[in-house]
């Protein structure tokens, strides 16, 4: 997860810089939830920075663990159907 880190890190390292240059305060913050459900420090990290502690931060990571896990799920189930425009 680490590597994914990384890449959304350089991926947004632009937009970063732009929002800078406007004056703007600007942190870059990415997080990684697997599809499994498995949320990396990053996450908890994010939302301590936001200031989302203790239980309200435990509930909102079990959500986005939650989100990610019926998503894969979706995505599983529609493996076969194609995809429209």
């Not at 200031?51 to 894969?72: D, F, L, W």
């Amino acid at each position: 997860m680490e590597e994914a880190q990384e890449r959304k890190r350089e991926k947004y390292q632009e937009l970063v810089e732009d929002c800078r240059r406007n004056r703007w305060k600007t942190r870059c913050m990415p997080v990684e939830v697997g599809s499994r459900g498995f949320a990396s420090h990053s996450l908890s990290k994010a939302y301590g920075t936001l200031g989302i502690t203790g239980a309200n931060r435990r509930r909102a990571i079990g959500n986005n663990m939650e989100a990610a896990e019926k998503a894969s799920r979706w995505l599983w189930l529609k493996r076969g159907e194609q995809w429209g425009q």
